[in-house]
């Protein structure tokens, strides 16, 4: 009877714990991402661009010819960033791969800029208003309010 006992509560204990240390082991593993960036368009590579685990904020660039490699969780998710181009996300979704190779082709972005004035001829007065060093001394300090 005590045997009994024993065991359906081992093989609750198993069914209760059984799945959440599968999942453990699974949030832990890594999976290893390598590929290539380029322009959407086409297609040119884009060196420099930056390759970010969102989660660990643990970042590569990309290379000359656009790849890069990285290791990361299998539910995290990839920022990808170049400069002109709009960032892209890349949720690996809990994969069961160990190695992930792909392509991803940035979107160009425009940014408006605001009004810019061009004068003729040269600056008369300072440049800025802003207190700064000297070697005469420290900066003025600002008035009062």
Excluded: H, N, Y
Aim: glycine fraction near 12%; aromatic fraction near 2%; charge should be positive.
């Amino acid at each position: 009877m005590l045997l009994t006992r024993l065991s359906v509560s081992l093989v609750r204990c198993w069914l209760l714990l059984g799945p959440l240390l599968l999942l453990a082991g699974l949030a832990g593993a890594q999976v290893r991402v390598t590929g290539r960036v380029s322009e959407a368009g086409s297609r040119k590579p884009i060196p420099g661009a930056s390759v970010m685990v969102r989660r660990t904020q643990l970042a590569v660039a990309a290379d000359a010819s656009g790849d890069f490699g990285l290791s990361a969780g299998r539910t995290d998710t990839l920022v990808f960033r170049a400069v002109g181009f709009k960032a892209q996300l890349l949720p690996l979704g809990g994969t069961g791969l160990s190695q992930l190779i792909v392509q991803i082709k940035l979107q160009p972005d425009t940014v408006q800029l605001g009004e810019v004035r061009i004068t003729e001829g040269r600056p008369t007065g300072p440049l800025s208003t802003a207190p700064c060093a000297t070697s005469s001394g420290p900066a003025p300090r600002p008035p009062a309010p």
